[in-house]
């Protein structure tokens, strides 16, 4: 008797391509019951600058501005457009717009609309590190060159997308309303007429009980994103157990900056629980954004204005021990330093921020610091961008850029899903925005990473290769050149960052 031979197959899981996977998450399908439903063509769930700015770009350009657009926001739009603060009082919500983010903006029509006399440009920046007081780096970009970046206000920002935007016109807005749920459409009864098949389209039910339903949705809705949630997406990270203190600080200073200065300058030094930061603001203002741990941050938090103050100064100026020898004292911060920095040799005030005088009262908060990226910005008929993509340390400044930076990416992507006839909600018609958002921003991502843990270290070794490094950064023009260009906003690996 002959016997056959065998064939063993080794035994797998069937393939599933991450989309599907997505998809078959969200099972048992729920659909959403409402017998009719607004359709839109984009509805963008997220009132923040980036998804101001997207629908800006969508409404500005010639292209898309026929589509039907609708937003929905929580918060009242009505107040942020009529946002204002007194001449010599700023938000303590403030960003570091590159020059690309601006050409951005300006081509949209939006930075007309910013208040320019409460912005300032800075043209340097000075960056050193607390354990070695020998490694520093410093930036230097004089006109005709444009400057390093713009520090603006989040909140004047908005102002200005939600007057352009108002002028463009033609938007369904859905403020001080929240998402109550989002399902797919219900499929087409047996015998209707199917030539308008909604059963892929998510439908929004809003608290007001409206319901919207969308051939592109759009999650601008930040950190916990419901829109994410939604699509079955899930974002990646960890927590640096380090909270960012943010405030608005009056400096010691006679020198007035203004919007045509160039004498500005970003200043930073990294301490052993995180870098400490001081950016110019008109007036002799600055912003301070502080990485401290969370005991550190309550107790700055805690603490008098003048005692804040000089705990301020002294992380620009005093050693480690020092500083942290302060975090314990009880008050009297402003007189220890006074007597510590008197028996300390300081650098030159050229390398050093002026002193802080005073801080702005109720402008001291903090928050907790993230990393966060999506596994991918797109789905079937969903799009993420801005802090629903990614969460980033704010070392860099590049939070707010790395969002507008998607919405450039995906308001190309979706002119030319229209122009040639396709739906822009299609997954495989998206993939221009993913392929080149995603791995731009995780290099982005990953370098800001490395640097918060190298910077962490507080040994021999750590301080060593950290100071060898920025010196010869400092010394090499044509790496310093391309580390120029990334922080204003450039590409490390391509000279095309936005658009």
Known sequence: MKLRPQIFLPSSKPYVCSSCARSLKRFPRR???AASADIFDVVCVGGGPAGLSLLTALRSSSRTSHLKIALVESQDLAAARTWTLPAREYSNRASSLTPASIAFLSRIGAWDHVDLERTQ?????RVWDGLSSWSSISFDQYPPKPPIACMTENANLSRALLVRLAALGSISVFDKTSVAAIDLGPPPAHGADTSLNLSSYPHLTLSSGRTLAARLLVGA???NSPVRK????QA????YDRHGVVATVKLATSE???TSSTKATAYQRFLPSGPIALLALPNGFATLVWTATPAQAMRLKALTSPDLAAMINAAFRLEPVDINYMFTVPSGQASEFSWRSSVTRIPTSSDLPDLVEDIQPHSVASFPLRFRHADTYISSRIALVGDAAHTIHPLAGQGLNMGIGDVSALAATIEDTVSHGGDIGVEMNLEGYASKAYARNAR??????KLHWLYGMEGWVGRQVRGWGLKGVDRFGGLKEVLMRAASGGEIFSRDLIG
Do not use: C, E, N
Request: hydrophobic share 40%.
């Open 31 to 33: 659909y959403a019951t």
């Open 121 to 125: 440009p800075y043209h340097h920046m």
């Open 221 to 223: 809705d930040g950190l």
């Open 230 to 233: 939604f699509a079955g997406i």
């Open 236 to 239: 990646r990270g960890w927590d």
């Open 256 to 258: 007035q900056y203004s």
């Open 444 to 449: 982005m991502l990953g370098v800001v990473d």
